[in-house]
């Protein structure tokens, strides 16, 4: 099998500049990476956005989802080419669940009561609710771990999240047919370890904790984030055992 291609989708409240430090890791060996914009605008829509762009790429593919990611990845990874799936402090559903009903297993993080809401146009036409972190939240709830200088520019770059997204059902659960890997973000306020590992753990996944790690640990542990998503790729590209 040739070397797959590595897809990386975003989550809500921020967009692909948070692969930066990833890219640059997998690049240096010789992985090659596409990191396409996730619209946010519901997880049926940008699963199937995601799921056009994997199936776009002449060769297999490992998907890598970031918080909501990892909910459109679940979706999208029943693309024929997608070989495997990696969730960074990710959501993941099981096939009918909304992720709402997955977050309410587990108490509350502080990302409820740090959400502003406002009406935003639909797409098609119409209204729609969307949300976004209070930039005074934001650092100390999404990004801890990252320098103050570049968590507030992080802040008042965020893109929004379509809130329909969060009580939308998934459709499929791609964990189910492909190998899937997890890292757990030790000290993510957004998603909460518990309801990362509890995702990771249902889906089989092989798991990595990062102790003290924010929910930006994307952006704040690169060469970790991008090690498990090499051993994903080595794992897939493995021929099998006679």
């Known amino acids: 099998m040739p070397t797959p ?4 989708v975003h989550g809500a409240f921020t967009d692909s500049a948070i ?3 990833v890219i640059a890791e997998l690049h240096s060996h010789g992985i090659p990476v596409v990191a396409p914009p996730n619209p946010l605008r519901g997880l049926a829509s940008d699963a199937a956005h995601i799921a056009s762009v994997a199936a776009r790429i002449d ?3 490992v998907l890598v989802g970031h918080a909501y990611g990892g909910a459109v990845i679940t979706v999208a990874g029943t693309t024929d080419n997608v070989a495997g799936l990696v969730y960074v402090a990710a959501l993941v559903p099981e096939e ?4 709402g009903e997955l977050q309410g297993r587990f108490p509350a993080t502080e990302l409820e009561s740090s959400l502003r809401r406002w009406t935003d146009s639909a797409p098609g036409g119409g209204a729609a609710v969307a949300v ?8 100390a709830v999404f990004a801890a771990d990252v320098s103050a200088p ?5 802040a008042c ?3 929004p999240l379509a809130a329909a997204a969060l009580t939308e059902r998934a ?3 791609a964990w189910r047919t492909r190998p899937s890997w997890a890292l757990v973000a030790g000290a993510d306020r957004v998603i909460g370890p518990d309801a990362e590992r509890f995702g990771a753990e249902r889906a089989g996944a092989g798991l990595v904790e990062i102790d003290g790690a924010s929910h930006a640990v994307a952006l704040s542990r690169p060469t970790a984030v991008a090690r498990l998503v090499r051993d994903a790729v080595h794992a897939v590209t493995r021929p099998p055992r006679r």
């Open 132 to 139: 976004v972190l209070a930039e005074e939240a934001f650092p």
């Open 59 to 61: 060769g297999p593919v």
């Open 5 to 8: 291609t590595v897809v990386l």
């Open 150 to 154: 570049v968590a507030r520019v992080l």
């Open 171 to 173: 459709t499929a659960a």
């Open 19 to 21: 692969w930066f430090g």
């Open 157 to 159: 770059c965020q893109r």
């Open 96 to 99: 009918g669940e909304s992720l």
